[in-house]
């Protein structure tokens, strides 16, 4: 069974560009999550899909953070305008309905310059 | 506010026995999870406690006590490979199966 996978493994954009971050959960998933990382801090939750629809999007910062899940399939997260302090780790992660454990990509590390 | 309290680092020898404690302050509390993370990895599921008491699987252990706002994760029989960063989370929903909130993480450095 393939893992959560996430494109790109790294993406390195100057400050006002635009970025868009890809997951593809684990096939029959519904729930999908998106986290963050920032250097040397906690994972913050930025928001949670089940299926397409969005559940919870209270960690998303700002405006500036779009998400979606196409067809309640692959999901993408749009930066735009791209801030420095934007910079991290996005993780995303999918579970399925009543199980706890979630199981995460292995990241994108975005760096904004 | 809302928080989740780790050791920022421990350090032991191969073979010796770890214990990474998490204490929680949360809106809610329905379960505490555990993830490893290796540099560059993705986080990945070791445990998850949602009534008091410990849950061992193979060489890991974990513990919780909800009275005290408390877990910890246990590693015994360190082995090199053990070297990474340890996240405790807490769930503090039950509709949905949402969010998990993370702790900073605790790097274990194993030493041989």
């Known amino acids: 069974e393939a893992g959560v996978t996430q494109f790109p493994s790294h993406s390195v954009i100057e400050k006002g560009q635009t970025v868009t971050l890809r997951c593809d959960p684990i096939s029959g998933h519904d729930n999908l999550y998106w986290y963050r990382r920032v250097m040397g801090k906690e994972i913050k939750f930025l928001l949670h899909f089940v299926k397409e629809s969005k559940q919870d999007e209270s960690g998303m910062p700002n405006n500036r953070f779009l998400a979606e899940r196409t067809g309640g399939t692959y999901s993408t997260l749009k930066v735009q305008p791209a801030e420095l302090e934007d910079s991290g780790v996005y993780f995303c992660?999918?579970?399925?309905?009543?199980?706890?454990?979630?199981?995460f990509g292995p990241g994108t590390r975005l760096t904004v310059t | 506010g809302q928080s989740l309290e780790q050791p920022s680092e421990v350090t032991a020898v191969e073979g010796a026995i770890v214990q990474m404690n998490c204490t929680y302050q949360t809106s809610g509390f329905y379960g505490l999870s555990w993830y490893q993370q290796h540099d560059g990895g993705a986080p990945t599921f070791l445990s998850y406690n949602a009534l008091d008491g410990l849950e061992e699987t193979g060489r890991f252990s974990s513990f919780l006590s909800r009275s005290d706002s408390y877990g910890y994760l246990l590693l015994q029989e360190l082995q090199m490979k053990d070297s990474a960063s340890y996240f405790c989370?807490?769930?503090?929903?039950?509709?949905?199966?949402?969010?998990?909130?993370f702790g900073a993480g605790t790097q274990v450095v194993v030493t041989p």
């Open positions: 992660a999918s579970s399925q309905v009543g199980y706890y454990e979630q199981y």
């Open positions: 989370a807490v769930r503090d929903r039950t509709d949905s199966w949402g969010k998990l909130q």
